[in-house]
């Protein structure tokens, strides 16, 4: 009550303003107008952000689709409605580039996110300590750059000096040309990815399996049920809504697979690893067809979003 | 064994954690080994050869592969056979070992050195702690900024410019790389540090990240400051911004290791080598394919020592960031 009266002595103009809906006296249009000087201060703490996002992104996302339609020259581009999209389709390199891309999240993503689990699940019965020794090491590896690790495994999988033959020779493996021969490579670069933690998925699970109430378990406990009954009763499905957003999150990222295949492969041999990013990258920036090129990454959007609605439909359904 | 989560009182726990213990130290062994092998390639011995070696030998190029800088028990040995031989007053001797010694410290560290002296590591490091710290506080600002109204202020329009801004976060970056840089081209910003940093500061994951922080600060505060007399900005300058520190660490870290990290936009944009970044420049090193190893794993190392030590220093708000941006409402 207190707090009210001093703000309209203090200020009666502004109460003036505020008490003008009650009366509404005014039209709808005016009073929005008013709401939106008052509030002008707002308008200036959003304006260097909205700037910039209508500038770098928001521009740039509808210039896409309308580059997706043209086919692009020096001195003004042309008008070619769905000629992109028809050649997009038509070309034998996309749907190599796709099936790769495909087969690299198929085999990455579930092995990622259950690892994921497995291992969170295992480090969240440790103590303190142990705990979170055990998630740096889990995700140290994911704060270094793709470029380090694509570099270093470069290195890793060569075929005369390798680490990787060398270790598998251990167990009677003959050294493998990894990434030299087109029917290992793309499996090399997905047993790379599968052997990098998923750490961001690692800490978000223990975040997750910290809020599941002991109650749960000490009840599970009563009725006889073991670890392992617990852990698939009680914890996997309660931590759902992480897997389902850790399954999208992985999805949306292995689509976008690129730094790996530049500094490793370059898509090939021929074009055993090519991706629908690095694909992308060669039809913008070595061939410039920015139209073509366009059309490619509106493709790539829908098919990520795509994706994401089946896998948040299927997650979600069974719940 | 894998659900272990209630296992601490039961009595077959004991055994199920030392399995739990074992199968980690595994995992982490792996996870970890790459990095571990950045770090001991760059600091191989590449050519040595002693006193009974007809040709000296690269334990860089090695089969079976040295496991860890040779350098290391090769120096000890001269070492300890000067330190003889002084005993033994044969002062030739011992000053071989003393050479030796003096030549495995240099060739262990040559990499380095040449990396600094013969390629523009040193301005790829530079270009890349200038970028990236710039970047960080601009995002911090204006994120900060935008973060707090649309949490914390009712004005037409709030959500309808929110629901727009997080939008844009469904559609992957490949999609505006070709008008971005027609974009950059015809404002003549290409092969400059501007084409960089004007893309960063637009990243929106910080407007989410802000906003969800700026909920938890109590409306109380604000009014309080309000009544004070305090002008929006120094409401938010002296009341929001030290409240918000938290969520600034997590932002601030998470914008300065994506920037630091970023790869695919770089090569697009930068071709001179003087304006590379550390990714960039790294690329290059390998694409000239006259680099060794042991050079191109120093260079790795040079990237990566800079965000390890960002970790471990920050490593709570690593978690925080991760946790509060999973955060749906």
Partial sequence: MTKQLETVTDKPESSFKSSNPNKS????????????????????????????????????????????????????????????????????????????????????????????????????????????????????????SMVIIAMVWRWMYNYEFGLFNYVLGWFGVEPINWLGQSSTALWALIIMSCLIPFGAGIIMYLASMGSISPSLYEAARIDGANSFKQWWHITVPLLKPTTLYLALLSTIGSFQVFTQIIMMTGGGPGNATETLVHLIYKTGFRDFEFGLAAAQSVVLFAIILVFSIIQFRVLRHDE | MIGGVTMKKSPAGKLNKVIIYVLLTIFAVVSLLPLYWVFSTSLQLSSYQSEDMERPVSYVDSNPPKMYPMGIPLYFEHWSEAREAKKA?????????????????????????????????????????????????????????????????????????????????????????????????????????????????????????????????????????????????????????????????????????NVWNSFLWPIIVLNSAKLYTLPVGLKTLQDANLASFKLLMSGAAVAAIPMIIVFILFQRYFVKGLTLGGVKE
């Fill in chain 2, 89 to 257: 007053g044969n002062t030739e001797e011992e000053a071989y070992h003393r050479d030796m010694m003096d030549y495995i410290v240099s060739n262990t560290f040559a990499s380095f050195n040449s990396l600094f002296k013969k390629h523009d590591v040193g301005t790829w490091f530079f270009n890349s702690v200038y970028i990236s710290v710039v970047v960080t506080l601009g995002i911090l600002l204006i994120d900060s900024m935008a973060g707090y109204v649309l949490a914390k202020k009712k004005f037409p329009g709030r959500n309808l410019i929110f629901w727009i801004i997080i939008s844009t976060m469904m559609i992957p970056g490949q999609v505006t790389l070709v008008p971005l840089f027609m974009m950059i081209r015809d404002l003549e910003l290409m092969n400059t540090h501007w084409a960089l940093i004007l893309p960063d500061l637009s990243m929106v994951f910080g407007v989410f990240l802000m906003r969800q922080f700026m909920y938890s600060i109590p409306d109380e505060l604000l009014e309080a400051a309000k009544m004070d007399g305090a002008s929006e900005w120094k409401t938010y300058w002296t009341v929001v911004l030290p409240l918000a520190k938290p969520g600034l660490a997590a932002l601030g870290i998470f914008t300065f290791m």
């Fill in chain 1, 25 to 144: 006296t005014t039209p709808k249009r005016k009073n929005t107008f008013l709401e939106m000087k008052k509030n002008y201060s707002s308008y200036l703490f959003l304006f260097p952000k909205l700037v910039l996002f209508v500038l770098f992104v928001a521009f740039p996302v509808v210039w896409a689709f309308v580059l997706s339609f043209q086919e692009y020259k020096v001195f003004g581009s042309v008008f070619v409605g769905l000629d992109n999209y028809i050649k997009v389709f038509q070309s034998e390199a996309f749907f190599i580039a796709l099936k790769n891309t495909l087969l690299f999240t198929a085999v990455t993503v579930p092995f990622n996110v259950i690892s994921a689990l497995v291992i969170s699940s295992m480090i969240f019965a440790l103590g303190k300590i142990s705990q979170s020794f055990f998630r740096s090491a889990f995700y140290l590896p994911t704060v270094t």
